[in-house]
């Protein structure tokens, strides 16, 4: 039986990690997570806030997902969307979800990543 998402692996070109650790620990303002040795040896970071981890694998022939991305969930969505806006990260604001506020931001390879807060409605 399923319990949880344990971790969420996207993918990014060679050389990258530099970019990667500005736009996920400097912009987005997550942790980088020590990798295993021998998993730190093929490249790419790890990435933690609270409960969420993402993991950022070198492919060594990387395009972006055009329409896949992992969707976060986060509290104050505006201030954080102020935040990342702030450290030159585009937010594209989208309201085509039912009780969500949520935004699109890109990472410096491309990767989109989708922000979302439940709103409270009238019931």
Known sequence: MLAAVDHVQL??????????????AGVLGMTEIPKPPVL??????????????????????FRPARKAHPGLRVTGIEAY?????????????DDNLPGHRRFY???PVGNRLEFLEPVATDA
Do not use: N
């Open 11 to 24: 993918a990014a070109p060679p050389g990258s990690e530099d970019l990667l650790r500005g736009y996920y």
């Open 40 to 61: 730190a040896a093929r490249g790419g970071c790890w990435f933690q806030a609270g409960a969420v981890q993402l993991h950022l694998g070198i492919e060594e022939d």
């Open 105 to 107: 931001s890109e990472d």
């Open 81 to 93: 969307a102020a935040r990342i806006a702030a450290r030159g990260a585009a937010v594209t604001w």
